[in-house]
């Protein structure tokens, strides 16, 4: 007698993904995963500056301040709504959080944090593919 059974295996999703620093060795930082919903709202938000920023720096000179703001924004969003956890990083003392490392981090760190949320936003070339 033959069964054809399936193995009854529950996935297991992790809302987090977790990197290590190219920039700040031994730093590891987690970083949300998105769901469609979440994609959708957080590239609304961050059109609105984008486009500022496409507008602005073609401009005059005092308009290219307006449109670093607006780079800057846009970075900080991805990374208020993309960090969730720092590892191995302190900050004037303090364990390292997603809201110290804007206000008083490294810009570098920030910047390779904000790099990767964006990774996160857009699907790559294999995730097109199996639609």
């Known amino acids: 007698m033959n069964f054809i059974s399936r193995l009854l295996r ?3 999703y992790t ?3 977790w990197h290590e620093s190219r920039t700040v060795p031994g730093v590891r930082f987690a970083i949300k995963r998105m769901s469609l919903g979440e994609r959708i709202e957080l590239t609304r938000q961050v059109r609105e500056l984008a486009l500022r920023y496409e507008f602005l720096k073609s401009g005059e000179p005092a308009d290219h301040l307006e449109a670093a703001l607006s780079d800057l924004l846009a970075k900080k969003l991805y990374m ?3 960090l969730r956890e720092l590892e191995g990083f ?3 003392g303090q364990d ?3 809201a110290l490392l804007i206000e008083k981090g ?3 760190l920030s910047n390779e944090v904000s790099e990767v949320v964006q990774a996160e936003l857009t699907l790559s070339d294999d995730e097109r593919k199996n639609f």
Request: aromatic share 6%.
């Open 10 to 12: 529950t996935p297991n």
């Open 15 to 17: 809302s987090v993904t």
């Open 80 to 82: 208020e709504w993309g």
């Open 90 to 92: 302190r900050i004037d």
């Open 96 to 98: 390292g959080t997603p």
């Open 106 to 108: 490294p810009e570098i």
